[in-house]
């Protein structure tokens, strides 16, 4: 730990990131009989996603841009850890300095539909507006709507909920749990169903970064989520073998129901069509290699070429 013994938190400037951390901490504190409130100094930190709130994230890198810059204060020791939504973690790691050295329970992982006609997805009429930055769900509207316009929308959550009402999009695509921890689940039209929309890898799940070998792991494995942390190495094991980044139309999720594991996978290409879709299961001790045979499966009926181009898009904004 730094000085005084107080554990120094870096995370990202952002409303979401405030309140997702608190959460975590204040859990920390309930449970905990030596670490209270005053344990943690947290730092707030801008990344680059956060700076370049306006333009498209594979447009200035991609990977890792909500997590740069706090990752490195970890390795240059001015924090202890980092708190991060794994959605936004690259599944290559960075360095191999650093470790996830908690898992905190998993959210709600599903997506959620704002609209400000209070119609639900189905029920948009041709020509309306929908609002998302995410690569994946543009794919997944373009597969079940292609009579829908689809505008880029950066920006935070209450950013993005104010450009809705201002009536510059007929409706909005956010992370359900975002929206829960946020206490703004009265601005939710419907819970979009899985099996539209399945949600991108680790979506609902926070994890706390920190360098290997300390001994933090200690002090917050009293919060970690044991079968979070089996299904977020499950569906990041599955990125990292295909070589997948953020920003590719493709959605992973596992979920476990007593001892047995269920891995699913749906890739899209740009213009909407579901190029792959394919769910397995094994008992969860396996999770590791039920990852490899799935991320076998990918490349031998996909591709490894495919999924690099994938990768890239030229123009976001679609209309029919």
């Not at 498209?56 to 001015?78: A, M, T, V």
């Amino acid at each position: 730990m730094s000085n005084l013994n107080r554990i120094l938190v870096g995370i990202r400037d952002s409303k979401l990131s405030r309140t997702q951390t608190n959460i975590l901490l204040n859990q920390l504190v309930s449970v905990s009989r030596e670490i209270t409130n005053e344990s943690f100094v947290i730092k707030t930190i801008k990344t680059k996603g956060d700076v370049h709130n306006e333009k498209r994230l594979d447009q200035i890198g991609g990977k890792g841009l909500f997590i740069k810059e706090i990752e490195d204060q970890i390795l240059k020791s001015k924090v202890d850890i980092g708190v991060h939504s794994m959605k936004d973690v690259p599944a290559e790691d960075s360095s191999d300095k650093l470790d996830i050295i908690c898992w905190f329970k998993r959210e709600n992982h599903r997506e959620a539909l704002l609209s400000n006609s209070g119609q639900k997805f189905f029920d948009l009429p041709p020509g309306s507006v929908i609002g998302t930055s995410s690569i994946r769900r543009r794919a997944q509207i373009l597969n079940l709507r292609q009579d829908l316009n689809i505008k880029l929308l950066r920006g935070n959550v209450d950013t993005r909920i104010k450009k809705l009402r201002e009536n510059n999009y007929d409706a909005i695509i956010l992370s359900f749990a975002g929206l829960k921890r946020l206490g703004l689940l009265d601005q939710v039209t419907e819970e979009l169903d899985e099996e539209n929309f399945l949600p991108a890898a680790c979506q609902g799940t926070i994890g706390i970064q920190a360098k290997r070998g300390n001994n933090l792991k200690d002090v917050f494995a009293i919060i970690n989520h044991h079968e979070t942390e089996i299904a977020s190495l499950t569906e990041r094991k599955v990125l990292k073998t295909i070589k997948a980044n953020c920003n590719s139309p493709i959605s992973v999720y596992s979920k476990i129901k007593d001892d047995v594991i269920v891995l699913k996978c749906e890739i899209f290409d740009h213009n909407g069509l579901k190029i792959f879709s394919k769910d397995i299961s094994d008992v969860k001790n396996k999770h590791l290699s039920l990852a490899d045979e799935l991320s076998q499966t990918i490349l031998k009926d996909v591709g490894q070429e495919k999924i690099n181009e994938l990768n890239n898009i030229n123009d976001f904004n679609y209309s029919s």
